[in-house]
């Protein structure tokens, strides 16, 4: 890749990281999702999953919704379970905004049978949704496929149109008697979720340039598309794609605004969440790397099944040509039908002489075959790749409903299949778990971009984490990058190369523009470990760290809408909705308004409530535990007894202009504003004021920091040799320049705390102590913590570098640390000793504030 290339792209993920701060802040605004999701979906969200579910809400509670956030875009790597977050985005609108028609729309029938399958068969392994059905405020819900929505829809009932983006495009530009229409739509809202989104961007990515054939037709469904949106107000666009070229300007420009949630492959990866990628560059004959492929796959189930693991890993076979393929299948089957225990001795006795490195995934599997009985090997090879147990998915009617189904349950045990052989039918829309080996079949092989940019489409898809379970534990992250252990090999998708220095070459670029992290060549590691002789010291074996309490929140914490941060005096903005309906009194052409209050009783109030099922008391309830009736609700100034709503209207038109129907819309609206901020500020749990204490054997232990290669250069996280300070735990020092500024600071001041003090030890907190805010429900982790010790007590301060540009976003953190030293209500919950627990203000780079933190530190500590 052209380093002018590579740095437009650090530029584009630059800005599109600059777009995502608009979201920086949403946990504090959103940070319970809504309990109905979850309950209602077949999985657990992961942390990140929440969080796009958490900024999709952020910006559909904004009263900008209609027009600024009614286009959204999730980009998500493959294999991040974007389907998931799809089915909870359908819960989402149902349940909060009562969406009720959605079409679901991609370029690929196979997906939509697969799709159909994940949100509609409740049978089925792969069903997103709860298998008891769906249940949203006590009521039963319904999904119902149809081809068209009807004019007058069931409660409690979900409308779900699957379709390519193709028969979408034909059935509205030649409508059909009782088929989807334009004109039927206008008066319907309704949802539009586009899978694989990426196709239907013909326009936009050849902006200015000559479009071929099919780019034409892709032109129209983008103008298709658009005109849906664009239908109704309550429209809205919802895309979820894994790739999109952040480096074409016109696409840049589309969709800067509309990335509700970036979470790309290499982000995927550094998580955990997918396996490692390796390549094997193999300079052998394609007979030769099929043989070698096998005999992998095999080991990874002899390993599996030595641990207790049941497992089936699958082999791909990857090719360039459809001939080429059908003919390394006929190859394979005749090379594994002739398979002798004469010819694989010679095999292993090979491979044991070229792969001699003791780290060598080749010299592992070759050691292991080594010593076990081959008979039985070459036995279970000639059982286990047959050409029952093969698919070759080249041909034309390939993806009908049989194989459509063997390839969406290839992790069933009883799916039979190990090995696929294909070109390109499965570079999309395929989700697998147990593919574990990508062999490209050298002849007729190509080198070019647009191959290699393929085949970096496919080890996406591959690299998908299979969970297993392990000592009675089923994780879905890696648990092995850091520990010496033979079942690393079920964590690891494998990809064989052709070892061709031009294809290699274009390879990593299409793997960097991917963003798929090589782990072999890609990773550099930053270890820190506690030191031998600390962890030996009574102070680390005996001694606690102290952590605040949680317990859960009462009726006492909401006894008023001001506990919600809902304030009772509403002002309603100018807006086109009355500019619409206020008719001849509008003067279209003034732009003065003046604001006068909405005069309110309790039948408008009542009518706006009964029409939220939000408000139901039983469910009202659950967030306003402080009520015992409706009535109270309605009428007590604790809650809406004081409601005022103020509304702007244009200068020549007064409230009494307003129809009633107008005024309870306007109603509405607050009352839909008040559930936004019950919803997001109701908790469950909270901090307290009384500390307990963890052994530091159970919260500080060795760590590890993994950075990539590619950006070691400039990097600004460094190690520093931290062996002769005997009051840093650890070996190492990582961190980056301010944290290193901030532990020579502190080194300043050892030999002065040594003088007071008999015990004193700097700790790097690693993402393990947290402390939740008093009476609140905010918690983090402070970066540091500083162990002391003289006759009397023993003291743990929170010490807290900070960057400047976080400074705000973080000020109640500070004001947290600094509380610990004046409040009287602190408890410690020690046993036999005494403990101080100490928070000093913001460490930073800026003058002023480092010397009011040295003045800090010197009157607490010194």
């Given at each position: 890749?052209?380093?002018?290339?590579?740095?437009?792209?650090?530029?584009?993920?630059?800005?599109?990281?600059?777009?995502?701060?608009?979201?920086?802040?949403?946990?504090?605004?959103?940070?319970?999702?809504?309990?109905?999701?979850?309950?209602?979906?077949?999985?657990?969200?992961?942390?990140?999953?929440?969080?796009?579910?958490?900024?999709?809400?952020?910006?559909?509670?904004?009263?900008?919704?209609?027009?600024?956030?009614?286009?959204?875009?999730?980009?998500?790597?493959?294999?991040?379970?974007?389907?998931?977050?799809?089915?909870?985005?359908?819960?989402?609108?149902?349940?909060?905004?009562?969406?009720?028609?959605?079409?679901?729309?991609?370029?690929?029938?196979?997906?939509?049978?697969?799709?159909?399958?994940?949100?509609?068969?409740?049978?089925?392994?792969?069903?997103?949704?709860?298998?008891?059905?769906?249940?949203?405020?006590?009521?039963?819900?319904?999904?119902?496929?149809?081809?068209?929505?009807?004019?007058?829809?069931?409660?409690?009932?979900?409308?779900?149109?699957?379709?390519?983006?193709?028969?979408?495009?034909?059935?509205?530009?030649?409508?059909?008697?009782?088929?989807?229409?334009?004109?039927?739509?206008?008066?319907?809202?309704?949802?539009?979720?586009?899978?694989?989104?990426?196709?239907?961007?013909?326009?936009?990515?050849?902006?200015?340039?000559?479009?071929?054939?099919?780019?034409?037709?892709?032109?129209?469904?983008?103008?298709?598309?658009?005109?849906?949106?664009?239908?109704?107000?309550?429209?809205?666009?919802?895309?979820?794609?894994?790739?999109?070229?952040?480096?074409?300007?016109?696409?840049?420009?589309?969709?800067?605004?509309?990335?509700?949630?970036?979470?790309?492959?290499?982000?995927?990866?550094?998580?955990?969440?997918?396996?490692?990628?390796?390549?094997?560059?193999?300079?052998?004959?394609?007979?030769?790397?099929?043989?070698?492929?096998?005999?992998?796959?095999?080991?990874?189930?002899?390993?599996?099944?030595?641990h207790g693991i049941d497992l089936k890993p699958i082999i791909l076979f990857k090719s360039n040509k459809i001939a080429t393929s059908?003919?390394?299948?006929?190859?394979?089957?005749?090379?594994?039908?002739?398979?002798?225990?004469?010819?694989?001795?010679?095999?292993?006795?090979?491979?044991?002489?070229?792969?001699?490195?003791?780290?060598?995934?080749?010299?592992?599997?070759?050691?292991?075959?080594?010593?076990?009985?081959?008979?039985?090997?070459?036995?279970?090879?000639?059982?286990?790749?047959?050409?029952?147990?093969?698919?070759?998915?080249?041909?034309?009617?390939?993806?009908?409903?049989?194989?459509?189904?063997?390839?969406?349950?290839?992790?069933?045990?009883?799916?039979?299949?190990?090995?696929?052989?294909?070109?390109?039918?499965?570079?999309?829309?395929?989700?697998?778990?147990?593919?574990?080996?990508?062999?490209?079949?050298?002849?007729?092989?190509?080198?070019?971009?647009?191959?290699?940019?393929?085949?970096?489409?496919?080890?996406?898809?591959?690299?998908?984490?299979?969970?297993?379970?392990?000592?009675?534990?089923?994780?879905?992250?890696?648990?092995?990058?850091?520990?010496?252990?033979?079942?690393?090999?079920?964590?690891?998708?494998?990809?064989?190369?052709?070892?061709?220095?031009?294809?290699?070459?274009?390879?990593?670029?299409?793997?960097?523009?991917?963003?798929?992290?090589?782990?072999?060549?890609?990773?550099?590691?930053?270890?820190?470990?506690?030191?031998?002789?600390?962890?030996?010291?009574?102070?680390?074996?005996?001694?606690?760290?102290?952590?605040?309490?949680?317990?859960?929140?009462?009726?006492?914490?909401?006894?008023?809408?001001?506990?919600?941060?809902?304030?009772?005096?509403?002002?309603?903005?100018?807006?086109?909705?009355?500019?619409?309906?206020?008719?001849?009194?509008?003067?279209?052409?003034?732009?003065?308004?003046?604001?006068?209050?909405?005069?309110?009783?309790?039948?408008?109030?009542?009518?706006?409530?009964?029409?939220?099922?939000?408000?139901?008391?039983?469910?009202?309830?659950?967030?306003?535990?402080?009520?015992?009736?409706?009535?109270?609700?309605?009428?007590?100034?604790?809650?809406?007894?004081?409601?005022?709503?103020?509304?702007?209207?244009?200068?020549?038109?007064?409230?009494?202009?307003?129809?009633?129907?107008?005024?309870?819309?306007?109603?509405?609206?607050?009352?839909?504003?008040?559930?936004?901020?019950?919803?997001?500020?109701?908790?469950?749990?909270?901090?307290?004021p009384y500390f307990e204490g963890y052994s530091f054997s159970e919260l500080i232990d060795d760590y590890v920091v993994e950075l990539?290669?590619?950006?070691?250069?400039?990097?600004?996280?460094?190690?520093?040799?931290?062996?002769?300070?005997?009051?840093?735990?650890?070996?190492?020092?990582?961190?980056?320049?301010?944290?290193?500024?901030?532990?020579?600071?502190?080194?300043?001041?050892?030999?002065?705390l040594q003088e007071k003090y008999e015990d004193v030890y700097l700790i790097r907190n690693e993402r393990k102590v947290k402390i939740?805010?008093?009476?609140?429900?905010?918690?983090?982790?402070?970066?540091?913590?500083?162990?002391?010790?003289?006759?009397?007590?023993?003291?743990?301060?929170?010490?807290?570098?900070?960057?400047?540009?976080?400074?705000?976003?973080?000020?109640?953190?500070?004001?947290?640390?600094?509380?610990?030293?004046?409040?009287?209500?602190?408890?410690?919950?020690?046993?036999?000793?005494?403990?101080?627990?100490?928070?000093?203000?913001?460490?930073?780079?800026?003058?002023?504030?480092?010397?009011?933190?040295?003045?800090?530190?010197?009157?607490?500590?010194?």
């Open positions: 890749m052209s380093e002018l290339l590579h740095s437009k792209i650090q530029q584009r993920f630059q800005q599109l990281f600059e777009l995502e701060s608009d979201y920086a802040n949403v946990s504090d605004i959103v940070p319970d999702i809504p309990s109905y999701i979850q309950d209602n979906l077949h999985h657990n969200l992961r942390p990140y999953q929440e969080g796009a579910i958490r900024q999709l809400i952020y910006t559909q509670r904004s009263d900008a919704a209609d027009m600024s956030y009614n286009h959204l875009l999730f980009h998500m790597a493959t294999g991040s379970g974007k389907t998931l977050v799809l089915a909870a985005t359908i819960l989402y609108l149902y349940g909060e905004h009562q969406q009720q028609n959605f079409i679901f729309f991609v370029n690929s029938d196979a997906i939509i049978k697969k799709t159909y399958d994940n949100l509609t068969n409740q049978v089925s392994p792969k069903y997103l949704f709860a298998r008891d059905g769906i249940e949203i405020d006590g009521e039963r819900v319904t999904i119902q496929i149809v081809d068209t929505f009807p004019a007058n829809p069931a409660v409690k009932t979900i409308y779900l149109k699957l379709t390519t983006i193709q028969k979408l495009h034909m059935d509205l530009t030649n409508p059909r008697e009782n088929g989807l229409t334009y004109e039927a739509l206008e008066e319907t809202s309704i949802v539009l979720l586009a899978d694989e989104a990426h196709h239907i961007n013909a326009l936009t990515r050849n902006d200015k340039k000559t479009l071929n054939k099919k780019e034409l037709q892709e032109k129209t469904w983008e103008h298709t598309v658009q005109r849906l949106l664009n239908l109704h107000p309550n429209n809205r666009l919802f895309e979820y794609t894994a790739t999109i070229d952040w480096t074409n300007d016109a696409l840049f420009h589309k969709y800067s605004d509309k990335v509700v949630y970036q979470y790309d492959l290499k982000r995927f990866m550094q998580d955990g969440y997918s396996k490692n990628v390796v390549l094997l560059r193999a300079n052998e004959e394609d007979s030769v790397k099929m043989i070698d492929a096998i005999l992998l796959s095999q080991y990874r189930k002899y390993i599996a099944n030595d059908k003919e390394a299948n006929a190859a394979f089957f005749k090379m594994v039908a002739g398979l002798t225990v004469n010819q694989l001795e010679q095999i292993i006795q090979h491979g044991m002489a070229v792969h001699a490195s003791p780290g060598s995934i080749w010299h592992k599997m070759f050691q292991y075959y080594a010593g076990k009985e081959l008979t039985q090997v070459v036995r279970d090879l000639q059982w286990e790749f047959t050409e029952e147990t093969t698919i070759n998915a080249n041909s034309q009617d390939f993806l009908e409903e049989q194989n459509a189904l063997l390839l969406n349950t290839l992790e069933d045990t009883n799916n039979p299949i190990r090995t696929i052989f294909a070109v390109a039918k499965l570079n999309e829309g395929w989700d697998v778990l147990n593919l574990f080996d990508i062999v490209r079949i050298s002849e007729g092989a190509t080198g070019t971009k647009a191959t290699t940019d393929s085949e970096a489409q496919l080890i996406g898809r591959g690299a998908r984490y299979y969970p297993f379970e392990y000592e009675g534990e089923k994780t879905y992250t890696r648990r092995f990058d850091e520990k010496p252990s033979d079942l690393k090999v079920l964590e690891a998708l494998h990809y064989h190369t052709i070892n061709d220095n031009a294809y290699i070459k274009n390879l990593e670029k299409s793997l960097e523009a991917a963003r798929i992290e090589v782990k072999k060549d890609e990773y550099y590691r930053l270890q820190a470990k506690v030191k031998g002789k600390v962890k030996r010291a009574e102070w680390f074996q005996n001694g606690k760290i102290y952590i605040n309490k949680v317990v859960p929140t009462t009726e006492d914490d909401y006894q008023d809408l001001r506990d919600y941060n809902i304030s009772t005096d509403y002002e309603v903005d100018y807006e086109r909705m009355i500019e619409q309906r206020i008719g001849e009194k509008e003067t279209m052409t003034s732009k003065q308004t003046h604001e006068q209050a909405l005069p309110i009783d309790r039948r408008l109030i009542q009518k706006a409530i009964q029409r939220n099922k939000f408000y139901r008391f039983s469910h009202l309830k659950q967030y306003v535990p402080a009520i015992s009736s409706m009535k109270e609700f309605i009428e007590s100034k604790d809650f809406l007894g004081d409601l005022s709503i103020w509304v702007s209207l244009p200068v020549n038109v007064t409230t009494e202009d307003l129809s009633p129907c107008q005024k309870l819309k306007i109603v509405e609206r607050f009352l839909d504003y008040a559930v936004q901020h019950i919803r997001s500020n109701y908790m469950k749990v909270k901090g307290t990539s290669k590619v950006t070691k250069a400039t990097d600004i996280t460094k190690t520093r040799n931290m062996k002769g300070q005997d009051w840093y735990i650890y070996d190492q020092a990582i961190g980056n320049h301010l944290e290193h500024d901030f532990i020579d600071l502190i080194q300043d001041y050892v030999e002065t939740t805010e008093i009476d609140g429900t905010r918690g983090f982790m402070p970066d540091f913590l500083l162990y002391m010790k003289d006759e009397d007590y023993t003291y743990q301060v929170f010490l807290e570098p900070k960057g400047e540009h976080l400074l705000l976003k973080d000020q109640w953190k500070e004001e947290f640390l600094k509380s610990l030293n004046t409040r009287e209500d602190l408890e410690i919950l020690s046993e036999n000793e005494q403990v101080r627990l100490i928070g000093l203000r913001f460490y930073t780079n800026d003058a002023a504030r480092k010397v009011a933190f040295k003045k800090d530190f010197q009157d607490k500590l010194t």
